[in-house]
């Protein structure tokens, strides 16, 4: 399954890129990672920074545990269904190893399912980060890149990030654009 959204390796151009750690199968946002000055810019605030991460870790993980769960039990049984089936059944090994290799199929058929419905997922626990501009966007790693989370900035027509600040009149507190 290939990278099909276009998440760079490291902040700039627009993006705001927060690596995820992965052990085995359970992803985590280290706690100690601040919000980015950036994320602070377009009026996230820390707390709901920290909020949303640990949902997003909560969300991601149940989702993917119990697919992983499935393979590795669809590996043993027919790890241990062939090889005992095999020598049971020694006259119709075809239908023994077919028997086998279904759970298999069907397990990596759960594991692809899952990892596709995992941006809607994702983008239900920043959906209330919408109204900012900022959307966010998961990649799950492969061999040789870590799992990172990507927040895109709004930008202008020509391209540059439109930070949003306090206003400074009393007479509205409703963030404006900064020009």
Known sequence: MGNT????QESGNGWVILHVDRQCIEVTVSSDQAADPKLLAFGVQPHDFRQKTEDFSTQVNAQVKPAYYKMFGAIAFATIFANIGTRLLEFNVAMVKAIA???LIWSIW???KTMKGLPEKI???FESWKVLGITAEYYPGSKHSKPRLGFKLP????????????S???SSSSPMFNK
């Open 123 to 125: 983008s239900t626990v």
């Open 101 to 103: 290799y279904i759970p």
């Open 155 to 166: 930008t202008d027509q020509r391209g540059t990030n439109v930070a949003r600040f306090p």
């Open 168 to 170: 400074t009149s009393s």
């Open 5 to 8: 959204v276009n998440i760079p």
């Open 110 to 112: 759960v594991l692809i």
